[in-house]
């Protein structure tokens, strides 16, 4: 039983991790580079509750992809050069 708790509290730490790293980390890192890119014109403000959120996850999904891209362009180049 106390295996169990152990595993449940891994899984719930590992999920606020999670969480903190998609909508903290990736969010502001997405939103600054696409405040660059677009000169100030985008992520634009929304009204709506769901439009808001799809954004925000939109935000955090881009955010997300430069991290990938940043972290991965090296690790393949010294692959490729190997």
């Not at 100030?40 to 955010?63: C, D, K, V, W, Y």
Request: glycine content about 10%; overall charge negative; hydrophobic content about 60%.
């Amino acid at each position: 039983m106390l295996e169990l708790g152990i595993l449940l509290l891994g899984l719930l730490l590992l999920f606020a991790l999670g969480q903190w790293f998609f909508e903290v980390l990736c969010y502001w890192l997405g939103y600054g580079v696409l405040k660059i890119i677009t000169f100030g014109r985008h992520p634009l403000s929304l009204h709506s509750e769901e439009a808001i959120s799809t954004q925000n996850n939109q935000i955090g999904l881009f955010g997300l992809l430069l991290l990938v891209l940043f972290f991965a362009g090296p690790a393949a180049m010294i692959l490729w050069v190997t």
